[in-house]
């Protein structure tokens, strides 16, 4: 850690940082990581240091779920309930001149980023995007979005399962080894798993509704929402045609 230069001002800004990195996502040891650091910027401070910033230290972080924090971009929007035909209807004159930087800007927003890989980014607990272009036309794309329960791919259909003390858990199957069954409890938190001795299990059931969120279009503009199709066909090219005049 930096040794001089410090002005009470970094030193705050510095500490409130520690509280929104909580929320940051990152692998298995990245929030001890984070803890390491902040136990080594504290342990250097002087005793005067520690009492003018003793209300900071003492903050705990609230720590929100990745769509909590991605619901934030559109805090304060209008809801609108979008029907497939007038977005399918848009998408077939609407998809040029679009916006490549707002489409991967949206794809962040509606937390698409958390649960799928596109390229070379994004989560492994959803299917991969990246062709979604070449195997989707705009109308289907549009449809798994407002109608996700439609067509569940298999592998990442979530389960439920009833132990025999009568725990119920819910998630999607990330691993089987021997009589052991891991589920992944939160797609948005690849690490957040429990695991299960399949000889407990009383019931499990293959659960017919997607685990992915319904109405992410809701609080999007058409605009929005046209300029994110065309980068999940574009497959993340800003050089493809719907984003040329």
């Known amino acids: 850690m930096l040794k001089s230069g410090w002005t009470p001002e970094l030193r705050t800004a510095y500490f409130e940082w520690f509280l929104k990195a909580a929320n940051y996502k990152g692998g298995?040891?990245?929030?001890?990581?984070?803890?390491?650091i902040r136990n080594d910027a504290v342990a250097s401070l002087s005793e005067s240091e520690k009492s003018s910033l003793k209300e900071l230290l003492a903050k705990k972080p609230v720590k929100k779920s990745v769509l909590e924090n991605l619901?934030?971009?559109?805090?304060?929007?209008?809801?609108?309930?979008?029907?497939?035909?007038?977005l399918s209807s848009a998408a077939r004159t609407g998809l040029k001149n679009r916006n490549f930087d707002n489409g991967r800007r949206m794809f962040a927003a509606t937390g698409c980023f958390a649960c799928h890989r596109f390229g070379n980014q994004g989560g492994m607990t959803g299917p991969d995007l990246t062709s979604a272009g070449r195997r989707y036309s705009p109308h289907d794309l549009l449809d798994q979005v407002i109608n996700p329960s439609k067509?569940?791919?298999?592998?990442?259909?979530?389960?439920s399962v009833v132990t025999e003390d009568g725990k119920v858990h819910t998630g999607v199957v990330v691993n089987l080894s021997g009589d052991s069954i891991m589920l992944n409890t939160d797609l948005t938190q690849p690490n957040k798993q429990v695991r299960i001795d399949r000889k407990t299990i009383d019931e499990m059931v293959v659960s017919k509704t997607s685990p992915m969120p319904k109405e992410l279009f809701?609080?999007?503009?058409?605009?929005?929402i046209l300029d994110l199709i065309a980068y999940l066909i574009s497959a993340g090219d800003p050089d493809h045609q719907f984003f040329k005049d």
């Open 71 to 86: 619901g934030e971009v559109f805090a304060g929007r209008p809801t609108k309930k979008w029907t497939l035909s007038e």
């Open 218 to 224: 809701n609080r999007m503009t058409k605009e929005e």
């Open 151 to 159: 067509v569940i791919n298999e592998q990442f259909s979530a389960v």
């Open 28 to 36: 298995a040891s990245f929030e001890k990581f984070i803890e390491f």
